[in-house]
Each structure stands twice: as C-alpha cells, then as structure tokens.
C-alpha cells in the first residue's frame, strides 16, 4: 500500500504564504502523478495543482500565479508553496497519489489532510 503524510498546515493572515508538504512511502513505483485537493466546509473537494511524473503541471484557476506545485523524488515528496492566501483559501488540503498498477489500471491514494486557515 501506499501512505500519504501532509504537513504545514496552519492559520495565516490574508497575503501570507504557507508551504505543504507531502510525504510519500510504501509501494511508490509506477507513480502517474500527485497533486494537491482541497475541501472547503459544506463545498465538494476540489483540485488545486497536480504535477505528473514527467514534471508537467496544471493548476485550478483560482490558484494560477500564487500557488505552485513541486516534487523531489529523491524524497518522494510532494510541496505545495502557497503565496497571497486568501480567505477563499481555507480548507483542509488532502495530497493525493495516482499510481498505475501491473494490470494496467490506476489507484489512487490520499492522506489525512491537512488545514489552512486564512483569516484576519
């Protein structure tokens, strides 16, 4: 199996920027992608940034020129750098992993989440 570990989390102020990490372990061959979710209180979960495992990336549009995604694969870690939060922001933050299996299909996995809280 595969285990997800989101940290940096926390409460900020409009404007300021937070850094989520993600750590991955366990049966983390065949990686497609990861990305980032999130959930906002009575919202459905959304997509915020995915980056693929030949480094190509895509944002919600909502989040396009503040955040950006990154991956370190000697650390099978996944960050998010989030700058000018926003209110809108806030939710918890689940990162997500899509690995492709032998049979050739996909599994995807998600950690506990994570909040980020912006408010003055």
């Known amino acids: 199996q595969v285990q997800l570990v989101e940290s940096g989390g926390g409460l900020v102020q409009p404007g300021e920027s937070l850094r989520l990490s993600c750590a991955a372990s366990?049966?983390?061959?065949?990686?497609?992608?990861m990305g980032w979710y999130r959930q906002a209180p009575g919202k459905q979960r959304e997509s915020v940034a995915r980056?693929?495992?030949?480094?190509?990336?895509n944002y919600a549009d909502s989040v396009k020129g503040r955040f950006t995604i990154s991956r370190d694969n000697t650390k099978n870690t996944v960050y998010l750098q989030m700058n000018s939060l926003k209110p809108e922001d806030t939710a918890v933050y689940y990162c997500?992993?899509?690995?492709?299996?032998?049979?050739?299909?996909?599994?995807?996995?998600w950690g506990q989440g994570t909040q980020v809280t912006v408010s003055s």
């Open positions: 997500n992993l899509v690995r492709r299996l032998r049979d050739g299909t996909s599994a995807s996995y």
């Open positions: 366990g049966m983390i061959f065949g990686i497609v992608a």
């Open positions: 980056i693929t495992n030949d480094g190509s990336t």
